[in-house]
């Protein structure tokens, strides 16, 4: 039986793909062998002992303490592309926003009172007047999930496009729209674009992408919109670009107090994957990654271990997070070597490293305590 702690509301879908050999709460004081969560910040959260997995139903996974969970060998989850096309859709409302001032203009008319409201509404409708987005440039800083749909989605609205991302992986370019010009470097994008979006996870080395630096580089009048995460966009400078008509507006779906009531800001509070279908498919996806991985001891879409899988054992399987360093599978075969090893797997990822060996025979205490004396290894498990 796996004990699984909820730290968010989870759709009903999702939860139902854990079958009865789960025991699913939302008491933070189980000992979990798995936790399934949305925007719960768990950095000052005391790991449950026996924690396996975390699973975020969701892309960003910044409220989860990564590398204190990657220390004691438990593997984080997220679920890219289960919220993409809600992302992209809200993506595209912003720029629409930003294109025609129809907020105003609602709040504009809410106001009017009288019998010949129809009257006001043609006097007064050329102060909401804006500009089409069709043969816009839109440039996008980052073509993972989320950009590659904006970019789609935006080529077939006649906008130019220009994209940059020097990670663009092979089957990411493919789903591209041939009528997407890739960027080399992020100043191409800035220099051409009347619209920027940025689609990158937020690091240490993507906080405040967006600058006083950048923001020279734009054109004037240029729209920044901001779906991706807060902290890449450097508050204090986007304001002073909006005061100086450098900017003309910034569409963020973060708000907070640095960026509510001030001009030339629309605030949306983060609402790109609050959909019914977004919130259906993150659950549905991590309760898959979640159950695969304790079940099978096998990883998809980790984000601080490596994806490694295996098929199912006839007998003996073992799993090993171990340090990324030569020599150390070595060191497991020779640990092994009074079993029959039928199949092994090891992938890495920066300084991890992950092992699935299946085996003809059982695998033994003693083997689990060799192993797990060997300086290099984070955790073993025995899968079955």
Known sequence: MFNILTLNKIAKCGLDQLGSGYSITDDVNTDADGIILRSFK???????????AVARAGAGTNNIPIDKCSEKGIVVFNTPGANANAVKELVIAGMLLASRDIIGGVEWANTLTGSDVDKQVEKGKSNFAGSEIKGKTLG????????????????????????????????????????????????????VSDYVTIHVPLMDSTRNTINAETIAQMKDGVVILNFARGGLVNNDDIKKAIAEGKVKKYVVDFADSETVNQKGIINIPHLGASTEESEDNCAVMAAQELADYLENGNILNSVNFPNCSLPEASVGRITIAHQNIPNVIAKFTEVLSSVNISDMINKSKGKLAYTIINTDHEITDEIVSKLEAISDVIKVRVIK
């Open 42 to 52: 768990m950095h000052d959260m005391e790991l449950p002992a026996n924690l396996k």
């Open 140 to 191: 996008i800083i980052g073509l993972g999930a989320i950009g590659i749909l904006v970019a789609n989605a935006a080529t077939a609205l006649g906008m130019d496009v220009i994209g940059y991302d020097p990670y663009l992986s092979v089957d990411s370019a493919l789903k591209l729209s041939r009528h997407v010009k890739k960027a080399n470097t992020p100043d191409e994008v800035y220099a």
